[in-house]
Each structure stands twice: as structure tokens, then as C-alpha cells.
């Protein structure tokens, strides 16, 4: 209880946006943070409504994946209701604004497509975006950013050799609610600048692990291996195939092949 109210207390005491993070619900423990961004967002709870919990039990990531959140991250959604031209620009949004955040901590940090954030080639941070659309419609959106944070991940196998923590690359404990801040600030930004789209993608695209690199995408119908060449206007990945023509892919699992 006493990390929570610290959380609370450093948000408060320093956040400064319009509306990011403004409504905030800190929970101990839930199954996921985004079943209860739907739930309020089926309410209409002001935009940037933010919920954040010590640790989830049924974490969600991309592509059905599950996420693991023990005690020491943020796991945090947000409820958003974009116009349907910002959906997708959501990823490099999103991932930008983490690593942006990591950058206030003097971390470095690189993005791999499409919103994965790494330290050195390991995983501290991972994104999902869920909409709801009711007759064609956009109704909502939740988005949903995992970090890690307060944790050594050597204590957890199952994340032992792909993911890091921020902790461990600074050697300190870092205060959560002081990282929740950051990020608030850094999405609100982002958020209110996705008329910028070119310049966003452009930042997107060059802080991006996956450009130059042979990979091999999973699209969950099949599975494209080329090299990464560039980022389309619209977000996607654009593959450069063995045979020397031109892919798009709207999303997917990327792997970087080695050398």
C-alpha cells in the first residue's frame, strides 16, 4: 500500500498535462489494467482516464501473447478516443513517447517495430492497442504500455534472457509515479501533434532497431523473411523480399535475423 500512495502522491505533485493521466485509478493488483480501461471507457470517462496497477494476474500483450507484470513495473492503460486518421499513428506515438520517457532517465533506448522498446537489444518495454468499433465506428481506444521497472529479471526465467528493467540499468531503484509523470507528458505531446505525421514517422522510423536489418515477419497467415527498408506513410513495414520486390505489412512478429 505504501508504493501505491507513492505513485499517487509523485503524480500529483508533478504532473502538468491538460488531460493525460488527469483522471488516474492506481490499483494493488487486477487481472489487467485495460479490462478496466474498457469498463470505464464504456462509461465515457474523460480521455486520458489512466489506470494503474502494482501487478496484473492475466497481463496482456500483442498478438495474444500473455505479459508479465510482478510487483516493480508500471503497467498502466489509457483510455483514448482519436480520430480514426491517429489510429495509425498510435504505435510510433506510443513508442516514441516510452522512449522519450526512458531519456529523461539518461537511458537510451531503440524501438523495434512496431512498438517494442529495447535497452541493448533487450525488451523493458511492450504496447497494445485495443479499439472498440460498434457499427464501423471508432468508440474507443485502450492503450496499453507495460515498462519495466523496479525489477531484477534474472529472478524470472521465463524473461531472464530477453527482457531488462530500468532498475538494472541504472543500479537504483527508480521512483514509479516519477516514470508515470514522464510518460503522461511525453504521450500528451505526441497525442496533440498527430497532425505532425510526417515528422513523427520520420522520428519513429530513426529510432527503429528493425530498419537495415534482415528479419522474418510472422503475420499469423504466413511467415516473410527480406530486409527491413523503410517505414510507409501510413506506419507499415515496408520488406524488401529475396526476390527483390516490395512489402507491405500492416502488422505482425518480427524477428532480426543474425548475420
Not at 480521455?47 to 496484473?56: D, F, P
Not at 500528451?188 to 498527430?194: F, I, K, M, N
Request: net charge negative; with cysteine.
Amino acid at each position: 500500500m505504501i508504493e501505491i500512495m507513492d505513485t499517487i502522491t509523485l503524480i500529483k505533485a508533478n504532473l502538468r498535462t491538460k488531460f493525460m493521466g488527469r483522471e488516474l485509478h492506481v490499483l494493488s493488483e487486477t487481472t489487467s489494467t485495460q479490462d478496466i480501461a474498457k469498463e470505464l471507457a464504456e462509461k465515457k470517462t474523460p480521455e486520458g482516464t489512466a489506470v494503474i496497477a502494482e501487478r496484473q494476474k492475466a497481463g496482456r500483450g500483442r498478438l495474444g501473447r500473455s505479459w508479465f507484470s510482478p510487483q516493480g513495473g508500471l503497467a498502466v492503460s489509457i483510455v483514448l478516443y482519436p480520430a480514426l486518421p491517429v489510429l495509425n499513428l498510435l504505435p510510433a506515438i506510443s513508442s516514441l513517447a516510452v522512449l522519450n520517457t526512458l531519456e529523461k532517465f539518461e537511458i537510451k533506448s531503440s524501438i523495434k517495430w512496431p512498438n517494442d522498446v529495447l535497452i541493448g537489444g533487450k525488451k523493458v518495454c511492450g504496447i497494445l492497442i485495443e479499439n472498440s468499433i460498434d457499427a464501423g465506428h471508432l468508440k474507443y481506444t485502450i492503450l496499453g504500455i507495460g515498462l519495466n521497472i523496479n525489477f531484477d529479471v534474472a529472478r524470472f526465467p521465463q524473461i531472464a534472457e530477453i527482457a531488462t528493467s530500468m532498475s538494472l540499468i541504472l543500479g537504483r531503484t527508480v521512483p514509479i509515479g516519477l516514470v508515470a509523470t514522464h510518460l503522461f507528458s511525453e504521450l500528451e505531446d505526441l497525442y496533440l501533434r498527430s497532425s505532425e505525421v510526417d515528422e513523427i514517422l520520420e522520428q519513429w522510423a530513426g529510432n527503429m532497431d528493425t530498419i537495415g536489418q534482415r528479419i522474418r515477419v510472422s503475420t499469423g497467415n504466413e511467415i516473410i523473411e527480406g530486409t527491413a527498408m523503410s517505414i510507409s506513410e501510413t506506419g507499415n513495414l515496408v520488406i524488401q523480399l529475396n526476390d527483390g520486390t516490395l512489402r507491405e505489412i500492416l502488422a505482425g512478429d518480427v524477428t532480426i535475423l543474425k548475420k
